[in-house]
């Protein structure tokens, strides 16, 4: 009998668990806990088009993954109209893997309008309605994922999402760099407030659910690093940091999470060095994607459950 690539099976497998969902019955598919998936940073300073957007999508379908996620589909340098962003989800949509997109600051809050006026808050609409609007991923494997926009309280906040291999949960959460998106104007900071709470309330649920399933860990996607150093502060003013309080919620969280919590995000610098898991307490985890994509292993026989591996399939 032919062994099935990991894709052609968990393709068919989600579209069982699609069919339970569907029916109501919250049921997630049981598989085995070894597996590797891939993480592209195309929110990278250095990124300019879609060369190496293409080039990375190209390394991830030649391999053998259960999924990709791509944090950012765009460098802060490029233009924020409707369509380089239809451009950008055509191409995720061709790709082989089921794509997931983790939502970054340079896809929408360094956008500007004909008056150089911020038009953030507009293109964030308008990101959430062109790569969040459906019930599974991009790509040729469609992975059913589940919003919480299917809250009525966040319906505004569909790049939330979350979806199952295994047992494990995966999610991505809306956290941009460059301090999460709080201003210094005076004044209610609106966006990042609202995000705040909507961002509190979709941890403490995800933890929840992960703990009544049983799950063996949750891996996190995001834009920001949450556990990065705090902002400088200027002769004049003190800058807030804008992670402080997610910070101290992951911890805490984690701290009674009995399984492990890993956070993936996009500030993996240039990769000078090897990306490695930076554990701290018992255990949660992070690791950095730098302008090359990343191959993170789960494997059930390692003793922290996950490892990076380079393109020769060297585990650190």
């Known amino acids: 009998m032919p062994i099935l690539p990991i894709r052609r099976i968990l393709l068919c497998t989600c579209l069982t668990a699609a069919a339970l969902l569907a ?178 309330n979709w941890l403490q649920h995800l933890f929840a659910f992960a703990a009544l399933k049983k799950s063996a860990a949750i891996v996190f996607f995001s834009d920001g690093n949450p556990f990065g150093p705090p902002p400088r502060h200027s002769f004049f003013r003190t800058q807030r940091d804008g992670f402080a309080e997610t910070r101290k919620l992951f911890t805490e969280l984690a701290a009674k999470f009995p399984g492990r919590v890993l956070v993936v995000h996009g500030q993996g610098g240039k990769n000078k060095t090897p990306a490695h898991i930076l554990w701290t307490g018992a255990n949660l985890g992070n690791v950095g994607v730098g302008e090359r994509w990343l191959k993170i292993v789960v494997d059930d026989h390692l003793p922290q459950l996950f490892a990076v591996a380079d393109a020769d399939g060297e585990r650190r």
Not at 62 to 89: Q, W
Not at 100 to 110: E, K, P, Q, R, Y
């Open 23 to 200: 029916a109501g019955t919250g049921t997630a598919w049981a598989g085995a806990q070894d597996f590797s998936f891939g993480v592209i940073n195309h929110a990278a300073a250095g990124v300019k088009g879609d060369e190496a957007l293409r080039q990375a999508l190209a390394e991830t379908d030649a391999d053998n993954l259960a999924f990709v996620v791509v944090n950012g589909i765009k460098s802060p340098s490029e233009s924020c109209d409707d369509a380089l962003y239809a451009e950008r989800r055509d191409l995720l949509a061709q790709a082989q893997n089921g794509i997931f997109v983790s939502l970054a600051g340079s896809d929408w809050i360094t956008c500007r309008d004909r008056e150089n006026r911020s038009d953030a808050i507009e293109r964030l609409a308008r990101m959430r309605e062109i790569f969040y609007a459906g019930e599974f991923s991009l790509g040729a494997s469609r992975l059913p994922m589940l919003r919480q926009s299917l809250t009525p309280k966040f319906r505004s906040y569909a790049e939330n999402t979350r979806w199952e291999v295994g047992n494990l949960l995966f999610a991505t959460v809306n956290l941009p760099a460059a301090n999460n998106h709080f201003l210094l104007d005076g004044g209610r900071n609106n966006e990042f407030e609202d995000r705040l709470i909507a961002n509190r």
